[in-house]
């Protein structure tokens, strides 16, 4: 336990030297790759969500989840990648195979969908090679390109607004 909060104080830290150099990129191709961060500890619909964005136009094998959850039961099967502050070591880096590959990806799209500042989920979404970055309104706005004010329950209006603008910026 006090590790974790070591963890987290060096975390906040890294995260805060980090974001002073964000790096400006645009959408400049039609958006068909999607990485999908959620997290599950506030919202547990993430497959009803991807539903959504599937009924939009997106086709199901272009997204790739990734979830976080405060505590992970390890006898509990998830049915996405699902990491928690344990994954990160003391040099703020990801140790779980799945979750550096997910940050190696380079998505047209990634969709923040989380709307708590939690530094381990800021840390995965400034890492990422994700061209385009979209989230909520109440996040770091120095992290996503568009961001969509909303609440975290209501995913079908997310979603109806995410895909209006991206219609209105010719990303689809």
Known sequence: ??????????????????????????????????????????FLETDALKREIIFNGIDEDSIKIIAYRDILKEKEVYSHPTFSLQKLNMQCEFTQPEIKEFISDEFDLLINYYNVEKPILLLLTHNSKAKFKTG????????????????????????HELFRYLKILNKL
């Open 136 to 159: 909520f309104s109440t996040v770091d706005k120095r992290l996503n390109h568009l961001l969509i004010n909303t609440t975290l329950e209501d995913y079908k209006g997310f979603t």
């Open 1 to 42: 336990m006090f590790l974790n909060y070591i963890k987290s104080f060096l975390l906040k830290k890294t995260l805060k030297k980090q974001l002073g150099n964000v790096k400006e990129e645009s959408l400049s191709c039609p958006a068909l790759k999607i990485g999908l961060v959620v997290d599950e500890s506030k």
